[in-house]
């Protein structure tokens, strides 16, 4: 009986360290994005010098987004800072996921290293959200091309605000979207119906799950291109909406009273012409 409880104890401590490796390194990573995301936001405000690379020569940061067409400098700038937006937007929301996962790991004897597997799970995540950063990235040049956005990343369209208000609203109330935002609040489910051993399974695992996130959560990233790219408030508020949404006992109701408010708006902007 000693024995079975000092192992108890044993696991009890591994499980606690894993889950505070685990919960430092999110909440590491979310903090340094936004840091990183205020930072451009000062610059792009304030117009510091920055050094293009392209030249060689100083410019403001403001003068950078007026090139056009892209350099491949500014194209990289450009989906880095998507890359950046979408992990500080998305991991605050993931996270329970990933806590559960390191909590599953740790008590399967099968693995062996469960904070790599953990790793591989949260990598698999966020591979996701950078291809759809890629997507994000091509998109904001193309409307930058069709003078649809202004310089600053924000919509210089009522029209095309209004049309992308009323797409998020009406895309929440669709079956596609229950079906994701069912997967996304329902990590036991999800553990159980998609485990998979090993590292490589991990991996396979994140990426299901961010495939799920991101059919549940496209369209709200959409609503940048309306508020402002850059916009902090804007961001701030479309990642409050994804966590209440997503881990809250009343997150599916609130989505769509979110919705309803959303669709309103698009009206209004529609009507206004």
């Keep these: 009986?000693?024995?079975?409880?000092?192992?108890?104890?044993?696991?009890?401590?591994?499980?606690?360290?894993?889950?505070?490796v685990v919960l430092a390194g999110l909440f590491l990573i979310t903090g340094l994005s936004w840091l990183y995301l205020y930072y451009l936001t000062v610059q792009m405000g304030m117009g510091p010098m920055e050094t293009s690379q392209a030249g060689g020569m100083a410019m403001p940061m403001s003068d950078m987004v007026k090139l056009a067409p892209w350099t491949p400098?500014?194209?990289v700038f450009m989906f880095?800072?998507?890359?950046?937006?979408?992990?500080?937007?998305?991991?605050?929301?993931?996270?329970?996921?990933?806590l559960l996962y390191a909590r599953v790991v740790r008590h399967n004897a099968k693995e062996a290293e469960p904070l790599v597997h953990t790793g591989a799970f949260f990598a698999g995540y966020i591979i996701v959200w950078t291809f759809f950063s890629a997507g994000a990235t091509g998109l904001q040049w193309g409307l930058e091309q069709a003078a649809l956005l202004s310089p600053m990343m924000v919509s210089n369209s009522s029209v095309f605000a209004g049309l992308v208000l009323l797409v998020t609203a009406i895309y929440q109330w669709t079956p596609y979207k229950d079906t994701c935002l069912a997967r996304c609040r329902s990590p036991v489910w999800f553990l159980s119906t998609y485990w998979r051993d090993g590292a490589s399974g991990a991996f396979r695992m994140g990426l299901s799950h961010g495939g799920y996130c991101?059919?549940?959560?496209?369209?709200?990233?959409?609503?940048?291109?309306?508020?402002?790219?850059?916009?902090?408030?804007?961001?701030?508020?479309?990642?409050?909406?994804?966590?209440?949404?997503?881990?809250t006992p009343w997150g599916r109701a609130f989505g769509r009273a979110g919705s309803i408010l959303l669709g309103l708006a698009g009206i209004v902007l529609l009507m206004d012409l």
């Design 80 to 98: 880095l800072m998507w890359a950046i937006m979408m992990a500080g937007m998305m991991i605050p929301s993931v996270t329970p996921m990933v």
């Design 214 to 247: 991101l059919g549940c959560c496209w369209s709200l990233m959409l609503l940048l291109f309306v508020g402002g790219v850059m916009n902090l408030l804007c961001v701030a508020a479309i990642t409050i909406f994804v966590l209440i949404e997503k881990v």
């Design 73 to 75: 400098t500014d194209a």
């Design 1 to 20: 009986m000693h024995s079975t409880a000092g192992i108890d104890r044993t696991v009890e401590r591994l499980l606690q360290r894993d889950r505070q």
